[in-house]
């Protein structure tokens, strides 16, 4: 099928626009070439001088000097055509690297530099305008382990490995080292103190309370909202500007941990069940958004066609064709959220947030860890029963 | 007879993405009590031209008048009031699943309704009657409090008819309700729609795949190709030559009986 070619006076504009489509390239390419060279020579410097001299210090070499190394490589690299940026671009774009068609589209490395290097030399035959290359001058892409990116990814892993060993001062010795004292505490912990089960029973309560709260106040939020983020029923541009905001929030919201909300709602409100209840209301909205909204967008819009034709208003549409289709996944997906919002609240209540969670902590601050057992025996006893409980009637309602 | 009832008068539609022209200047007149057959490709703008005439899709450019009133222009509660006047029935059935028999069949009074009580599922006792009526005609009485889902391809498309039904419509268009179908449940259903027509005076204007159902019930035939009227006229008329016309050299009539 000949695809209708635009021209006369479309022409220059879209000439202007595979110009600044090739800048942009480009300039990803450069970037992440100098990105991914600067970083190698950084933790490169960092565990040669960590295994050189053993004392962990690192000798740091001028900043500067890094940056320009990296940008001068990156960019005699990225000229060659076969860089790492080369290929991520390529694998990102989605475009095939190979045959005469996308010639003009292909990214055109920098002209007149002579690079007589295996893969260099396929991409500037292809790039070159004038007589299209014949098949023969078109040879396969080599296997990644006769390329020099391929290479350079070899060694950015080891590298990596390397230093994140250093970074994060991996050293299992240490655990046999102090196991006599742990030992002691885990000894305390398997012998739970019966005495303060009425207070651990009543403060797991709070805790699955909290949690039910949190649920049963974002229901409502996050349905409505719901509507908003669902792209099959964002309209218009104001549906459209609503989807985006909505989605772009949920999406900030939930990239923030429930335990950091706590401590923001523990010093706005004072520590006790309330913050821990904001905290986890607040991602509750941001993550049922997320999934109610999923789901209205797999609805069929079969029903909703019919609903309308029958001459039903927008209210009646939404009752009897969307409505249907979403309440158990919406039930379901409640359920699911109420037990993690259990969960959550025993980790919360650490901060403030009210709770088992608060009253374990109290007692690993004074050392006192046989009570510690019992706090978390009642929290493996509740999180246990409200995930059985819930998964079974999931398991229904679908 | 020749009282028309449906003038659509230059109807395009381009749709917005790739510029497809679905439908090139659409001009047809539909009279009362006729079962007019829509034939052509998948893809000639049946479905197309079905769904502007009750508003599904809007037209890009044209006019469509029913009873003398231009469609195009209803807005809001207008626009309702003219769609309970049509039904429709679908390829798909467009029920919902999850409900009951009854309340698909009862969604298509929501047009009558009053509609607040509809908002918590309750409708008129006329209605409720109305709704068992229905049933009856496609004899499906007895699975009314069955989930819409539990019910096969044929009689989950009788339920759609049953809720076509349920507007008393004057007019009903069917985009491809046998296409779904055995060759068997597509004869009873064309007869249940051929019954509406023949029995309460409903106009049809039917999409259909095969031929020979168009000739059988069929009062007329209008060809759309490539969102053109290719060919309007008896369904006697179309031999092998304008069979060829409308739907490619290549084409061999498959009969369905």
């Keep these: 099928m000949a695809q209708p070619l635009r021209s006369g006076a479309g022409g220059g504009l879209v000439r202007t626009a595979a110009r600044v489509t090739r800048a942009w390239r480009r300039l990803c390419i450069f970037s992440v070439d100098a990105a991914f060279l600067a970083y190698l020579f950084v933790m490169g410097s960092f565990v040669v001088t960590r295994i ?331 999180v246990w029963s409200i995930d059985t409980l819930s998964a079974r009637l999931r398991e229904r309602l679908s | 007879m020749a009282e028309p009832q449906l003038v659509i008068e230059h109807v395009t539609k381009v749709y917005e993405r790739g510029d497809v022209h679905a439908l090139r200047d659409v001009s047809l007149t539909v009279n009362k009590g006729e079962f007019l057959v829509l034939i052509g490709l998948s893809g000639s703008g049946k479905s197309t031209l079905l769904r502007c005439i009750n508003r599904l899709i809007e037209p890009t450019s044209g006019r469509i008048l029913l009873d003398g009133v231009d469609i195009t222009q209803a807005k809001g509660a207008e626009l309702r009031k003219i769609r309970r006047r049509i039904g429709m029935v679908f390829q798909h059935f467009n029920l919902v699943k999850r409900s009951s028999v009854l309340t698909n069949v009862l969604a298509g009074r929501l047009g009558y309704a009053p509609p607040l009580p509809t908002l918590i599922g309750r409708f008129p006792h006329e209605d409720m009657d109305r709704a068992r009526q229905s049933l009856e005609t496609v004899g499906l009485v007895e699975k009314m409090h069955t989930r819409a889902d539990q019910l096969s391809g044929g009689q989950q498309q009788r339920v759609g008819i049953a809720r076509a039904l349920m507007q008393e419509p004057e007019l009903i268009l069917a985009d491809e309700p046998v296409s779904a179908l055995d060759p068997a449940t597509a004869n009873s259903i064309l007869q249940y729609l051929e019954e509406m027509n023949h029995k309460h005076g409903a106009t049809v204007i039917c999409a259909l795949h095969f031929l020979s159902l168009a000739r059988r019930y069929g009062t007329r035939i209008i060809a759309l190709k490539d969102g053109a009227v290719v060919f309007e006229g008896l369904p006697r008329e179309i031999d092998n030559v304008r069979f060829k016309e409308i739907y490619g050299e290549d084409a061999e009539e498959v009969e369905v009986r």
């Excluded at chain 1, 990225?78 to 860089?83: E, I």
């Excluded at chain 1, 949690?211 to 309209?235: C, D, E, H, Q, Y």
């Design chain 1, 52 to 382: 050189a001299s053993g004392t962990g210090v690192y000798i740091p070499i001028p900043g500067g000097f890094v940056v320009l190394l990296a940008i001068a490589a990156a960019a005699v690299w990225g000229s060659l055509g076969a860089s790492v940026g080369c290929r991520l671009v390529e694998f990102l774009s989605g475009r095939p690297s190979a045959p005469g068609g996308k010639v003009r589209t292909r990214r055109v490395p920098l002209e007149g530099r002579g690079a007589p290097l295996g893969e260099s030399v396929r991409t500037r035959a292809l790039g070159r305008p004038g007589p299209q290359p014949t098949e023969a001058s078109v040879p396969s892409r080599s296997p990644w382990y006769r390329t020099l990116w391929g290479w350079s990814i070899v060694v950015a892993i080891v590298v990596t490995l390397a230093a994140a060993t250093a970074i994060t001062r991996v050293d299992f010795s240490r655990l046999a080292q102090s196991f006599p004292d742990a030992a002691k505490i885990l000894r305390r912990l398997l012998h739970p103190d019966p005495s303060i089960l009425g207070e651990v029973v009543l403060l797991t309560l709070v805790t699955v309370f909290m949690g039910l709260m949190a649920t049963l106040l974002a229901i409502p939020v996050a349905a409505l909202l719901s509507f908003l983020a669902a792209r099959n029923l964002a309209r218009g541009p104001v549906g459209s500007l609503l989807y985006t905001v909505v989605r772009a929030a949920a999406s900030i919201v939930r990239s923030i941990e429930p335990i950091i909300w706590a401590i923001v709602f523990v010093i706005w409100v004072r520590p006790g069940p309330f913050p821990g209840v904001l905290a986890l209301f607040v991602c509750s909205i941001a993550d049922l958004v997320k999934l109610y909204s999923e789901q209205l967008e797999s609805i069929d819009p079969g029903p909703t066609e019919a609903v309308t034709a029958v001459g039903g208003r927008r209210l009646q549409v939404l009752l009897y064709s969307i409505v249907p289709q979403i309440i158990n996944p919406y039930l379901s997906f409640t359920l699911y959220r109420w037990d993690i919002n259990v969960r959550m609240g025993t980790v919360i209540g650490m901060v403030g947030g009210g709770g088992i969670g608060m009253l374990l902590m109290q007692y690993v601050r004074v050392n006192e860890w046989e009570e510690v057992g019992m706090c978390l025996l009642a929290i493996i006893a509740v």
